[in-house]
């Protein structure tokens, strides 16, 4: 099964934005990974499993805002269409190549 975790919060004061990378940090520590910048996605093996996850996030849901969690089974998942457009990325510099002779 598939936990989705999608959410939106307020980023408007410093605090606010800590809070939001707070709980950024622990979905990505429970396991998590980013899918979009406000989805994250993680595999579990059981729907207990999903239980002890389901409550790790409902711990760490700051007070104001809104987090939604959708679970879905493997084979629904299966059928996700994902559709990638061009992404721009920073060029990274090319390292220096050594010659030996």
């Not at 939106?8 to 004061?13: E, H, I, S």
Request: with cysteine.
């Amino acid at each position: 099964m598939w936990l989705s975790v999608m959410f939106d919060l307020p980023t408007v004061t410093k605090k606010d934005k800590k809070v939001s990378a707070r709980f950024r940090k622990e979905l990505e520590k429970d396991g998590f990974s980013m899918h979009q910048f406000s989805v994250y996605i993680r595999y579990c093996a059981s729907l207990e499993s999903a239980m002890v996850h389901i409550k790790r996030i409902k711990n760490s849901t700051p007070e104001r805002g809104l987090v939604s969690i959708l679970s879905i089974t493997d084979k629904q998942y299966a059928n996700i269409i994902n559709i990638w457009g061009n992404i721009e990325q920073k060029n990274k510099p090319k390292p220096m190549q050594l010659e030996f002779f």
